[in-house]
């Protein structure tokens, strides 16, 4: 059975100043699927990503035209609070953001946020959080330290959790483990499975290998132009495009 | 005795006439802070007593102790930093998060800012005279008594601690907008992620990543404020007050003024003299412990931070 769409993107285009980042994308995501965005630097999947949560809008010059619809509403509506938005929309960044706070305070910063006050509430959602990223047997004694003492791999994974702690309906990673070793890599993938059963996940990253293993469908970004998407196997088996096939063989990018 | 002496000169040659110069400018330095500190010491500290530390002050400079010169620093010092700290922290923030950076008035503001902090401390002073004694004292005097009364519009701690407050407020508005800018965007960001509202990323994320910056910035310039006399001259120091300040406008001593009044108006030089390096020693020795508190936070918050770091 197919699943129904999440994320309905049409004709997207996205412009900072003159230069246009995105150009007229469509795209169709399936709930509760993993997709990953390939494309070499500059080629606009990052941008797409951060059109999902109107994360644009905070940089300066940024024009969004098109529309991107979450559940069939439009989120760029004059009506929708980008706020709003992105309590539905999680996201995690390249490098690890940890606040200067405690591993807790970190995972509850969110609900924070929302104004949740009881104590009760915070410690169940920083536990279930903190276990969905596999951190909780390795921080549960010490969740009051700084988050600074923990290593890149378990910064990333508390990053994901603070992400989680809020039950967002879709979580966008852009290159979360980049910066990662194997290990931490892989510890991190393993999370990202299993919350594709709960959370539409969409996925920026520059491993191909990565792309091939845990996505469910791959879209292949060029020049601001999204040049083909698909099911993951079809488009690394028999990718339709010259350009996927030269990208895809490592003849640039 | 050859072997040393060649030595010497292949070093001299090594690190190259800058490296020379640098290393005898240096010691200069070096020489001239431990040569002051040192005069200090010898000849004031033998006058260090509980006596001079808490004697009430009198009439003749060199009778008597500093404690009314003590209070009035410490007193004059609290009241600009509840009076510079608030403003100077809300216009950094000001010109850090909202200001936009290409606007006329926004660069209109910077070079008086800029300006503010070349201006002599002693133009300060006239201009508290000027502008809180004889314009806001005396328009306060017209709306509270009737006829006026002079009660406000005359020299008193309130109107020193605010001219001093002027003086410092560029320093703590460069600094907190500084502290705010090394906050990293990334951090924002992940909190805008969150569904933070601008309001929230300030208070929860900048402010708090900020706040050592801030700090370090506010010491710095409180300890340089606590040593001005000029700005202090015309708008709430005395030669001698025999009373502790109690309202806001009563006038009050301070260390350093205390320290001119010795210099100027004592009848017995000789022992006057002692006195002065002294009341000098105890100024230093407090403004030194402000800069090195600052200088500590500022090494502090320097350390090389990891990733993702506030601070």
Redesign the interface.
């Known amino acids: 059975m197919e699943k129904p769409f999440k994320i309905q993107v049409e004709s997207l285009s996205v412009r900072y100043g003159a230069r246009i980042a995105l150009d007229s994308v469509s795209l169709d995501i399936p709930e509760r699927s993993i997709t990953a965005l390939i494309g070499p630097s500059g080629c606009g999947k990052s941008t797409f990503l951060r059109s999902i949560?109107r994360?644009n809008e905070?940089i300066e010059n940024c024009r969004v035209e098109g529309q991107v619809r979450l559940d069939g509403i439009d989120i760029y509506h004059p009506q929708v609070d980008p706020?709003?938005i992105?309590?539905r929309v999680?996201?995690v960044?390249q490098?690890?953001?940890?606040?200067?706070?405690s591993i807790f305070e970190n995972v509850v910063?969110?609900l924070?946020?929302?104004g949740e006050r009881s104590r009760d509430v915070l410690e169940a959602a920083c536990e279930e959080a903190l276990r969905k990223t596999a951190l909780w047997d390795e921080v549960k004694d010490r969740l009051r330290a700084p988050?600074?003492g923990l290593s890149g791999g378990q910064?990333q994974r508390l990053?994901i959790a603070?992400?989680l702690a809020?039950r967002p309906e879709v979580l966008l990673l852009d290159e979360p483990t980049s910066a990662l070793d194997p290990i931490a890599t892989s510890r991190i993938e393993e999370v990202i499975r299993e919350l594709a059963s709960e959370c539409t996940i969409v996925w920026v990253t520059h491993s191909m290998q990565q792309a091939k293993r845990m996505s469910d469908q791959v879209a292949f970004f060029h020049m601001g132009k999204l040049v083909e998407a698909g099911k993951t196997q079809e488009i690394f088996e028999s990718p339709k495009h010259e350009l996927t096939l030269n990208y895809l063989r490592g003849v640039f990018g | 005795m050859k072997g040393l002496r060649h030595r010497l000169l292949a070093a001299l040659v090594q690190i190259g006439p800058t490296g020379i110069l640098g290393a005898l400018s240096t010691l200069l330095l070096i020489a001239m802070l431990g040569g002051i500190i040192a005069i200090l010491f010898l000849q004031g500290f033998p006058a260090l007593s509980i006596n001079f530390i808490f004697g009430r002050s009198s009439l003749e400079p060199s009778e008597g102790g500093i404690f009314n010169a003590l209070v009035g620093t410490a007193l004059l010092t609290l009241l600009m930093t509840a009076a510079a700290l608030p403003l100077g922290v809300a216009t950094g923030i000001y010109f850090a998060e909202y200001a936009k950076p290409q606007s006329k008035l926004t660069k209109i503001l910077r070079v008086a800012i800029e300006s503010l902090a070349g201006i002599p401390s002693v133009v300060y002073g006239l201009f508290g005279l000027g502008f809180f004694v004889l314009f806001v004292g005396k328009s306060l005097d017209a709306l509270l008594s009737e006829p006026p009364l002079v009660v406000w519009a005359k020299p008193g701690i309130l109107w020193s601690s605010l001219t001093l407050a002027v003086l410092t407020l560029p320093v703590v508005i460069v600094s907190t907008e500084e502290a705010i800018r090394r906050v990293?965007q990334?951090?924002r960001?992940?909190?805008?992620?969150?569904?933070?509202?601008r309001l929230?990323v300030l208070l929860?994320?900048v402010l708090?990543?900020a706040r050592a910056g801030i700090g370090t910035g506010a010491v710095l310039a409180i300890g340089r404020a606590a040593g001005e006399v000029a700005p202090i001259l015309f708008t709430g120091a005395a030669n001698h007050v025999a009373e502790l300040p109690r309202h806001p406008t009563d006038m009050h001593m301070h260390l350093a003024y205390h320290v001119y009044a010795l210099a100027t108006q004592s009848a017995d030089v000789e022992s006057a003299k002692k006195l002065i390096f002294a009341t000098s020693l105890v100024l230093v020795t407090i403004t030194m412990l402000l800069t090195g508190i600052g200088s500590l936070l500022r090494a502090k918050n320097k350390q090389p931070e990891?990733?993702?770091?506030?601070?």
């Open positions: 949560n994360m905070l706020i709003e992105r309590k999680g996201m960044f490098r690890s953001t940890c606040f200067a706070t910063f969110g924070r946020l929302r988050a600074q910064q990053c603070r992400a809020v | 990293s990334e951090l960001q992940a909190a805008y992620a969150l569904g933070a509202t929230q929860w994320v708090p990543g990891n990733h993702g770091k506030a601070i």
